[in-house]
């Protein structure tokens, strides 16, 4: 007999989105340590863990027997881009404020997708189209493996049924973050706002929490009123 997998004991870190939990089950102490010691064969994804690619669109996903590629649009970008249009009344239209952030794993690639039960067991069920990215967690990292878990959001195409929360889990052995949203922002807003978008940057990989759209507002002003206090004289 074969026994069901559960979510809780697979990727408890996501367990909370799909199951009522009692009381706390995951050590997010410990999950940190173990990113912080694997952080160089996480690269660039590190920055991303742990929340901060939330609510990001999916633009593209793509799977062949050799790799997966997802593609997103970085939703805490987004979301200042949004805040700078409103405060200094830029005439963009809202959908061209796209900034590609794409998640690639490839080589001895593993996929599957699964919808958990109210219990938390997993059923296997075929590939899904997705719209929004909502979270991850990184499962086990060898020099020739990365395993993740993702949580990602299935539209129901018939309007009138609730959506789903899906669970993809993904072993392979290369892992690549690219990353586009510096030239996404050249091509939107030029070179005029540069010292604003290296401002948010600075304050995105800090832990300062910017995906929120009063946030962002917030920000943009807090870099205005920085740049007009005056040097100190020596």
């Known amino acids: 007999m074969i026994e069901n997998r559960n979510i809780i004991e697979i990727a408890p870190f996501l367990a909370d989105d799909f199951v009522d939990l009692d009381e706390p089950i995951f050590d997010l102490t410990q999950y940190s340590k173990f990113l912080d010691e694997n952080s160089d064969q996480l690269g660039n994804l590190k920055k991303y863990l742990n929340g901060k690619l939330h609510d990001s669109w999916i633009t593209n996903f793509e799977l062949d027997e050799k790799k997966i590629q997802i593609t997103l649009n970085d939703f805490s970008t987004h979301v200042f881009s949004d805040a700078m249009v ?17 998640l690639e794993l490839k080589e001895n690639l593993k996929v599957e997708f699964f919808q958990v039960e109210e219990n938390g067991d997993l059923i296997t069920i075929d590939q ?11 499962l ?14 299935h539209d129901n ?32 807003f030029g070179k005029k706002y540069d010292n604003f978008y290296q401002y948010f940057k600075e304050q ?18 807090e870099y205005k009123l920085k740049r007009k206090k005056p040097t100190a004289q020596r």
């Open 86 to 102: 409103e405060r200094f009344d830029i005439k963009i239209d809202h959908d061209k404020l796209v900034f590609p952030l794409t």
């Open 140 to 153: 086990k990292l060898k020099h020739d493996q990365v395993k993740i878990a993702f949580e990602l959001w």
């Open 157 to 188: 195409p018939n309007e009138d049924l609730p959506g789903d929360r899906i669970l993809v889990l993904v072993s392979a052995k290369e892992l690549e973050l690219i990353e586009n949203q510096d030239k996404a922002w050249n091509e939107i």
């Open 128 to 138: 899904f189209s997705f719209s929004e990215y909502l979270g991850e967690q990184v």
């Open 204 to 221: 995105f990989e800090s832990d300062r929490y910017v995906s929120d759209y009063s946030e962002c507002l917030k920000l943009v002003d």
